[in-house]
């Protein structure tokens, strides 16, 4: 946030050397404190990153810039959301394999009338190399 507002100032204040102060978003930051020109490409910087536009590009320089940022934080927040949503669903089919293959023994134990004492023993077992498999996954299963 910081940089992109660093960023955004400089930009602002190339284009007003450029094409004079009248032609820039630059023009409502003349005769003010530096921190209120740094909060406000701050709070630019951060509205982009929602996707609005609280400065208006007066020239071409800036249009480009804001352009260019505004489709380079559209990307990330899509690679972001993608990479977050796969790793869900991963996690989900782990979790449903899991719960499945539990649910299978746990039938299996029913059926064959095995004691309480013996079913926890093999559960326990059985999560345990679940456990050990995914950990020593062998080469061969590497996908």
């Keep these: 946030m910081h940089i992109l507002g660093c960023v955004s100032y400089a930009v ?3 284009a007003a050397e450029l094409q004079g102060l009248e032609n820039s978003f630059f023009q409502v930051l ?3 404190p530096w921190f209120y020109r740094y909060m406000k490409c701050l709070h630019f910087s951060v ?3 929602q996707g609005e536009l609280v400065m208006h590009p007066q020239n071409i320089q800036e249009t ?3 352009s ?3 489709f380079v934080i559209f990307v ?4 972001l959301v993608s990479t977050i949503t ?3 669903t991963r996690i989900e089919i782990v979790s449903t394999r899991r719960t499945a293959m539990s649910q299978s023994l746990d039938r299996w134990i029913t059926e064959n009338n095995v004691s309480h004492e013996l079913a926890l023993k093999v559960q326990r077992s059985a999560r345990k190399a ?3 498999k995914e950990k020593n996954l062998p080469e061969s299963n590497i996908e």
């Design 86 to 88: 796969t790793a869900l």
């Design 64 to 66: 480009a810039y804001f």
């Design 76 to 79: 990330g927040n899509v690679w």
């Design 68 to 70: 260019a940022i505004s």
């Design 130 to 132: 679940v456990d050990d």
């Design 30 to 32: 003349v005769d003010v």
């Design 47 to 49: 509205a982009l990153f």
């Design 12 to 14: 602002g204040n190339w």
